[in-house]
Nanobody
Framework: QVRLVESGGGLVQPGGSLKLSCAAS????????MNWYRQAPGKERELVAR???????TYADFVKGRFTIRRGDKRNSVTLVMHRVEPDDSAIFYC???????????WGQGTQVTVAS
């Protein structure tokens, strides 16, 4: 199995910025999508942003204009840059890679983001 490791979570003030990163532990070929999900206590996991093969970016309505998903500098990595964060953004954020033809489907362990004063 491909192991994904997230980093960059932590405590940030409302209106601030934070950058999350996720990297695969090994080389991964033919990635179809790289995604960021979040899950807050008592809520279902929800898609935050998706970066599709070819570079198409898709965002949930609640983060449009505030968050940006990008390929990371490191091989097989992805980032999520969050600006103007809000308390409702507080959640565990998970990265998720899906291979072409669903050759693989891997989740990271999650990184906690807490937006509070």
């Amino acid at each position: 199995q491909v192991r994904l490791v997230e980093s960059g979570g932590g405590l940030v003030q409302p209106g601030g910025s934070l950058k999350l990163s996720c990297a695969a532990s090994e080389f991964v070929s033919s990635i179809d999508t790289m995604n960021w999900y979040r899950q807050a206590p008592g809520k279902e996991r929800e898609l935050v942003a998706r970066l599709s093969r070819g570079g198409t970016e898709t965002y949930a309505d609640f983060v449009k204009g505030r968050f940006t998903i990008r390929r990371g500098d490191k091989r097989n990595s992805v980032t999520l840059v969050m600006h103007r964060v809000e308390p409702d953004d507080s959640a565990i954020f998970y990265c998720h890679f899906v291979g072409v033809w669903n050759a693989f489907n891997s989740w990271g362990q999650g990184t906690q983001v807490t937006v509070a004063s």
